[in-house]
C-alpha cells in the first residue's frame, strides 16, 4: 500500500517562500517517478513538477521559482517554493508513478497515487 504524506503548507506573504515535503511508504522515491501537482479553488488540478532518477520537469508558471528534489535516505520529496505570488495559492498534492499524458489534447501529467493534499496561500 503506497502512502504519501505531505507537510509544510501554510500561509506565507506574496515573495516569500515555503518549502513542502512529502514522506513516501510503500513506494521508493528513488525508484519511481514523483511528482508535485496543485488545485486552486475552482480550478483542475495541475502538474507542477515531476523528479525522475536522470531529471526534473515543471510547468512553465513555476520555473526558476520552484525546485523540486529528493533525499532517498529518508524517502521524502520536496519542493521548494521561492518568490512565492498569490497565483500559487492552491492545495498541493504529493504524486508517485507520474507519467506523461494528454488531456484534450493538452499535454500534461497523470499519477497513480496521491497525498491528500497541503493547503499553500499566499497573501498580497
Known amino acids: 500500500q503506497v502512502q504519501l504524506v505531505e507537510s509544510g503548507g501554510g500561509l506565507v506573504q506574496a515573495g516569500g517562500s515555503l518549502r513542502l515535503s512529502c514522506a513516501a511508504s510503500?513506494?521508493?522515491?528513488?525508484?519511481?517517478?514523483m511528482g508535485w501537482f496543485r488545485q486552486a479553488p475552482g480550478k483542475e488540478r495541475d502538474f507542477v513538477a515531476r523528479?525522475?532518477?536522470?531529471?526534473?520537469n515543471y510547468a512553465d508558471s513555476v520555473k526558476g521559482r520552484f525546485t523540486i528534489s529528493r533525499d532517498n535516505a529518508k524517502n521524502t520529496v520536496y519542493l521548494q517554493m521561492n518568490s512565492l505570488k498569490p497565483e500559487d495559492t492552491a492545495i498541493y498534492y504529493c504524486?508517485?508513478?507520474?507519467?506523461?499524458?494528454?488531456?484534450?489534447?493538452?499535454?500534461?501529467?497523470?499519477?497513480?497515487?496521491w497525498g491528500q493534499g497541503t493547503q499553500v496561500t499566499v497573501s498580497s
Open positions: 504524486a508517485a508513478n507520474v507519467v506523461p499524458t494528454a488531456v484534450g489534447g493538452r499535454s500534461t501529467y497523470s499519477a497513480a497515487y
Open positions: 510503500g513506494r521508493s522515491v528513488g525508484t519511481n517517478v
Open positions: 523528479i525522475s532518477w536522470s531529471s526534473t
